[in-house]
Antibody, heavy 120, light 109 residues
Framework: QLHLQESGPGLVKPSEALSLTCTVS??????????WGWIRQPPGKGPEWIGS???????FYKPSLTSRLTISVDTSKNQFSLRLTSVTAADTAIYYC????????????WGQGTLVTVSS | QSALTQPPSVSGSPGQSVTISCTGT?????????VSWYQQFPGKAPKLMIY???KRPSGVPDSFSGSKSGNTASLTISGLQAEDEADYYC?????????FGTGTKVTVL
């Protein structure tokens, strides 16, 4: 059974970069059937799709985050990562990684999520 | 990139049916059959209930159903149960990205 686990700092200072990694176990990140995505949810608010990456390295980003966002994949480690620069308090959220089925809106499973707080 | 519009809350008595609407535009909901619905309990990750407008993942009861007409998608919960009380979010493909709805709290009276 596929399992996704987020990891990274829980506290980031304003104006610095937020970096998270999602480790995939129980399956290969190199499958051509899936994208690997990031979704965040600010406290008390709804989810927000951030972006996704294909095993080839092709990426899709939320347009408003394009200038600050990089999502990459490391097939040798079965991991994909998110880097968001110049963070502000508005980037405080639970960050989830998720498997997205190609050619479908099916996104499952999700990781358990990790809370990232932007504060000095 | 505006969020899809959902009613803030809907309620119903046990056994009744409730329907949650999700209104977008021709660039998202109306343009693709890639609408999904998530159920979320406090402190938990969202759980996929419907994908591709009307498909149910394995394990989701058939009391949950989805549909779409024009720029509006809908989630119907039939035979409402106490354990269905949760927040529900729609999500739609919008060309190169996904957009979520504003969320609806379902209350079982």
């Amino acid at each position: 059974q596929l399992h996704l686990q987020e990891s990274g700092p829980g506290l980031v200072k304003p104006s610095e970069a937020l970096s998270l990694t999602c480790t995939v176990s129980g399956g290969s990140i190199s499958s051509s059937d899936y994208f690997w995505g990031w979704i965040r949810q600010p406290p008390g608010k709804g989810p927000e799709w951030i972006g996704s990456v294909y095993y080839s390295g092709a990426t899709f980003y939320k347009p408003s985050l394009t200038s600050r966002l990089t999502i990459s994949v490391d097939t040798s480690k079965n991991q994909f990562s998110l880097r968001l620069t110049s963070v502000t308090a508005a980037d405080t959220a639970i960050y989830y990684c998720v498997r997205e089925y190609k050619g479908s809106s099916l996104a499952d499973p999700w990781g358990q999520g990790t809370l990232v707080t932007v504060s000095s | 990139q505006s969020a899809l519009t959902q009613p803030p809350s809907v309620s119903g008595s046990p056994g009744q049916s409730v329907t949650i609407s999700c209104t977008g535009t021709s660039s998202d909901v109306g343009g693709y059959n890639y609408v999904s619905w998530y159920q979320q309990f406090p402190g938990k990750a969202p759980k996929l209930m419907i994908y591709d407008v009307n498909k149910r993942p394995s394990g989701v009861p058939d009391s949950f159903s989805g549909s779409k007409s024009g720029n509006t998608a809908s989630l119907t919960i039939s035979g409402l149960q106490a354990e269905d009380e949760a927040d529900y979010y729609c999500c739609s493909f919008a060309g190169t990205f996904y957009v979520f709805g504003t969320g609806t709290k379902v209350t079982v009276l």
